[in-house]
């Protein structure tokens, strides 16, 4: 069965400071991948999505992410963090045929320190 | 920009009782999902639906949910009668086109709170 692992549950840390967010999935084929933050109060927003071409995808907001199929890893990266940037992050994948849905990872509270 | 628009944005209800919660995809959009968040708990799939039939459901989605495009557009997800265990964000979504193609939009969700 497909699963997305996130490992770091809360990350804490100060402006300036730079983040990845670890996230592995599951799954035999080809899959796409996404990253969604989700602000305090607010709806799941899509930060950046994987389907295929250069691994290395640049999505809002000075997020990237690296996909990277050896290792069926799929880290999201951002050199410089803001306060602004204090939400909750899902990683989440889908099988590119078959299952129509998304796999969410369990989430990967951020929070920043002004 | 087009969105997702649920309503309503909260809900209490006892246990025992029918709860509809109602969605608007974007209007050009074909598919449509519900997934919910228990707190503090990954986002879990419920349902996809396409061509006015489910196409996908998950274990949680059991004989007392149900899914209804009642027109041409409005999504909604019904609980027959609602458990505790239901207490939940519900988040609608809709995709252009399949996900092997596009990705999910969401809306801001309906908290469901079943005392």
């Known amino acids: 069965a497909q699963s997305v692992s996130q490992h770091n549950h809360h990350v804490i840390l100060s402006e300036a400071a730079s983040l990845e967010l670890g996230c592995n999935y599951s799954?035999?084929?080809?899959?796409?991948l996404f990253w969604y933050v989700q602000y305090p109060g607010q709806h799941l927003q899509l930060l950046l999505k994987?389907?295929?071409?250069?691994?290395l995808v640049k999505g809002i907001k000075g997020f990237e992410a690296e996909f990277i199929k050896s290792k069926f890893s799929f880290n999201l990266r951002k050199p410089s963090v803001q306060w602004s940037d204090t939400a909750e992050y899902f990683c989440?994948?889908?099988?590119?045929?078959?299952?129509?849905?998304?796999?969410f990872g369990t989430g990967t509270r951020l929070t920043v320190i002004p | 920009e087009p969105e997702v628009t649920q309503t309503p944005s909260h809900q209490v209800t006892q246990m025992g009782q029918e709860v509809i919660l109602r969605c608007v995809p974007i209007?050009?959009?074909?598919?449509f999902y519900w997934y919910r968040q228990i707190l503090g708990q990954k986002v879990e799939f419920l349902v996809s639906?396409?061509?006015?039939?489910?196409?996908?459901k998950s274990e949680i989605f059991d004989d007392q949910f149900s899914v209804e495009r009642p027109d041409g557009s409005n999504f909604t997800l019904k609980i027959r009668s609602t458990k505790l265990e239901d207490s939940a964000m519900y988040f609608c979504?809709?995709?252009?086109?399949?996900?092997?193609?596009?990705?999910?939009?969401f809306g801001e969700g309906s908290r469901l709170t079943v005392l």
């Open positions: 209007s050009n959009h074909l598919y």
């Open positions: 799954y035999g084929g080809t899959v796409n």
């Open positions: 979504a809709s995709s252009e086109a399949g996900l092997a193609l596009r990705e999910l939009f």
């Open positions: 989440a994948v889908t099988p590119r045929t078959g299952a129509n849905n998304l796999f």
């Open positions: 994987y389907f295929s071409g250069d691994p």
């Open positions: 639906f396409y061509n006015n039939e489910i196409s996908e």
